[in-house]
């Protein structure tokens, strides 16, 4: 995770942080944030790929039972579809 936000720092697509933790938004239905289809469709990767990525990454939250993607999150990844 930590070279994740050292990339995300490099690039300046760092997310809101307050003592180094990521600020999610309250509601599930915040722009920022995507449903994993959604997702996908964006990153043009599979739902699949995109539930890894939240495990791997940290990209993903719960919202009640429904998982939603940071947006600003899942930008740096875009193209790490072979990984």
């Known amino acids: 995770m930590a070279d994740l936000?050292?990339?995300?720092?490099?690039?300046?697509?760092?997310?809101?942080r307050v003592d180094g933790i990521y600020l999610w938004p309250?509601?599930?239905?915040?722009?920022d944030l995507a449903s994993p289809?959604?997702?996908a469709r964006e990153a043009g990767?599979?739902?699949q790929t995109?539930?890894?990525w939240a495990k791997q990454?940290?990209?993903?939250r719960m919202y009640g039972k429904r998982l939603r993607i940071s947006r600003v999150m899942l930008t740096p990844l875009i193209g790490l579809a072979g990984n």
Request: glycine share 10%; proline share 16%.
């Open 37 to 39: 289809a959604d997702a």
């Open 45 to 47: 990767v599979t739902p």
């Open 50 to 52: 995109i539930r890894r």
């Open 57 to 60: 990454h940290g990209i993903g």
């Open 26 to 31: 309250d509601l599930p239905s915040h722009p």
């Open 5 to 16: 936000y050292a990339y995300l720092a490099e690039a300046g697509r760092l997310p809101p």
